[in-house]
């Protein structure tokens, strides 16, 4: 039997370049952190009705074409900076200084470039252009890694190469340390007020990204976006009626989540995720049984703020 050549996921790369314009693929592409990833082209068919004597289907047409898929990552400082800024639309990029970005209207593209090299070391290509942030998923949970996601829309179909998009090989990837829910979440405030004994926070955030479909395009011929949205939840160990209370009032809260990976002395790389206005959807107490903690848990939705003029505000803090 002759030697196999088979690709091997734990190979697998991902870089990825901010274009300067839709329609303009870049060839200077950055290495990407990962852990997972589903980026692919997906086709809707639609098999004949004809009707033939032999009772064969006489075709199989291919109707419409999608591409996109998520990215699952480990949180590390600057590693996801671009993304973060595309899934807000900002005309501000991070910093590293302290300054806040907020979502606004200011598209972003980007070229991914996917290889799957064999064990001979063949380069097998997957080139995906004008690729948008859709959304993005953070989930900080006691004893874990801070993990989440970005989901991906295209509206070009991608192109197979044994040659990579960047000829002079990509940019390193920044090689902070990944953020874990341990050591590395400094604050989550509520109203300003740190939240007590948190179990876990998570909030996804999503563009409501939409293909436009027209006539004479396989592929779509657009894609649109639609409202900002961003839900979330929190599980707190019950000590209080504070929460509950804004609850049943309907009351709007302020949420401030701030994680900082303890580089230095002083303090270490952060991001803060603010969101100024939030209102409770569903809060929960209840007694479970022996033997159990009483958890508070609650689904929020963040809207509008007058004073931030937005939903959500990032910022990135350098270590000092």
């Known amino acids: 039997m002759s030697c196999q050549n088979f690709a091997s996921t734990s190979e697998g790369t991902l870089a990825y370049g901010v274009q300067v314009a839709c329609g303009t693929p870049t060839t200077a592409l950055k290495e990407l952190r990962f852990v997972s990833e589903t980026l692919n082209l997906t086709a809707a068919t639609t098999q004949s009705n004809e009707i033939r004597p032999n009772r064969n289907v006489s075709d199989l047409v291919r109707t419409s074409t999608s591409v996109g898929g998520d990215i699952s990552v480990e949180f590390s400082y600057e590693v996801y900076d671009d993304f973060m800024q595309a899934l807000l639309q900002s005309s501000v990029a991070l910093d590293g ?81 990944v953020y874990n829910s341990l050591a590395n979440v400094s604050a989550v405030l509520i109203d300003g007020t740190t939240a007590g004994n948190v179990e876990s926070v998570n909030f996804t955030v999503t563009n409501n990204l939409r293909e436009q479909r027209a006539i004479g395009n396989v592929a779509p011929a657009g894609v649109a976006s639609g409202q900002f949205v961003v839900t979330g939840s929190v599980s707190i160990y019950f000590a209080s009626n504070a929460l509950y209370t804004k609850f049943i009032n309907d009351t709007s809260f302020s949420l401030e989540v701030t994680i900082d990976d303890l580089t230095n002395v002083g303090n270490g790389n952060q991001y803060t995720f603010r969101f100024p206005k939030c209102k409770f ?40």
Not at 294 to 306: E, M, P, S, T, Y
């Open 281 to 320: 959807g569903t809060v929960t107490k209840n007694i479970t049984g022996n033997n159990a903690d009483v958890l508070l848990q609650g689904d929020f939705q963040a809207i509008l703020d007058g004073t931030l003029a937005g939903t959500m505000g990032v910022e990135s803090l350098d270590a000092a």
């Open 97 to 177: 200084a302290g300054t806040e970005i907020k979502n606004g209207v200011t598209k972003k593209y980007f070229t991914i470039e996917k290889n799957t090299p064999d064990a001979s070391g063949t380069n097998y290509f997957t080139q995906f252009t004008d690729m948008q942030v859709g959304g993005m998923t953070m989930t900080i949970a006691q004893g874990a890694i801070v993990t989440g996601s970005f989901t991906m829309l295209g509206s070009e179909n991608p192109v197979n190469s044994t040659t990579s998009l960047d000829g002079t090989g990509y940019t390193a990837a920044p090689t902070f340390p």
